[in-house]
């Protein structure tokens, strides 16, 4: 793909992102993929069914799921590669900004620095209840800061350099059956038992899609944050996730905390490890100074997916 696709959409999504007004009206195309996957589950994960078949029925989901976004995508491709020609890069890359999250995912953490600073703990918890699953009703300012910057770190991943990733290989096909993959993944790929069988496919599916953009991702933040490498190296594999301690111990390193570390789900405690060996206070200035890493990470995707492309 020698046209500049990715670089358009990144600038697209980075200048207009995903407007709430645009949202209300018309929702996201990511929820096409959350009622497909609805449905399914109600077909294919009934408690009546034992675990081999409700794990068969969540890979023929995933099947089903990744054929109507990846199909969709060529068809959307080759139809504007027809209508278009050599001007079909333009359309392509309006279509592919929807899937990815650069501003959205900093407009969202912004807020949680903003109540911080006014004072206002009840309001940081409410936003950063917007981007988080953690109970945060017995959050303090540590922890809500905290939750932030773990987000924040690991979205960079599944919302950024995963999507920007599969863009660059693959076009509209890969990087909205990544779309797919991720949504499905964050609906019903959980340990608990009511999904541990039918979201295997999800979750293991998503793994493999995370591998490499993961990598990648915690080192173009160890170098925006001008280090963290040693941390990321030793602590990664210290998150549940086989991908998503990446970006979290490089932000950890990068900036000089400990992140992770014990949380509650649902009322319910987990003695999760820490990520990194830093201070566990942290407040509105640490969330300003990972959205600053953040912002230059993109950067550097930027760089990188400009040189794929001049390839």
Not at 11 to 24: Q, T
Not at 123 to 148: T, Y
Request: hydrophobic letters at 50%.
């Amino acid at each position: 793909m020698s046209e500049p696709v990715a670089i358009v959409a990144l600038a697209l999504d980075a200048a207009i992102g995903w407007p709430d007004w645009l949202y209300r009206r018309i929702g996201h195309p990511v929820g096409l993929f959350a009622r497909v996957i609805d449905t399914c589950e109600r077909w294919g994960n009934r408690p009546a069914h034992g675990a081999m078949r409700r794990r068969a029925q969540g890979v023929a989901t995933m099947g089903l799921l990744i054929g109507i976004a990846g199909g969709g995508g060529w068809a959307l491709q080759a139809g504007l590669a027809w209508a278009l020609g050599p001007f079909a890069w333009i359309g392509i890359a309006l279509l592919a900004f929807p899937a990815l999250a650069q501003r959205s995912l900093h407009d969202h953490v912004a807020p949680v620095a903003d109540a911080l600073e006014r004072g206002d703990l009840a309001a940081a918890r409410r936003a950063v209840a917007m981007i988080v699953g953690r109970d945060v009703e017995e959050l303090d300012e540590a922890g809500v800061s905290r939750a932030a910057i773990e987000s924040l770190s690991e979205s960079f991943c599944d919302g950024v350099a995963a999507p920007l990733f599969w863009l660059l290989a693959l076009g509209l096909p890969g990087v909205w059956a990544y779309k797919a993959i991720n949504t499905a993944d964050s609906l019903i790929g959980h340990r608990e038992e009511r999904w541990r069988a039918f979201g295997w496919a999800a979750a293991r599916i998503d793994d493999g899609a995370n591998l490499i953009p993961a990598r990648l991702g915690g080192g173009l933040i160890c170098l925006a944050g001008g280090g963290g490498w040693s941390t990321m190296m030793r602590d990664a594999r210290r998150h549940a996730s086989p991908n998503a301690g990446w970006t979290e111990a490089a932000m950890a390193g990068a900036l000089g905390l400990r992140l992770a570390g014990p949380v509650s789900y649902d009322g319910e405690a987990h003695d999760k490890p820490w990520i990194g060996t830093g201070r566990k206070t942290a407040d509105a200035a640490d969330i300003r100074r990972a959205l600053a890493v953040y912002r230059r990470a993109c950067l550097l995707l930027w760089v990188v997916a400009g040189g794929v492309q001049l390839i």
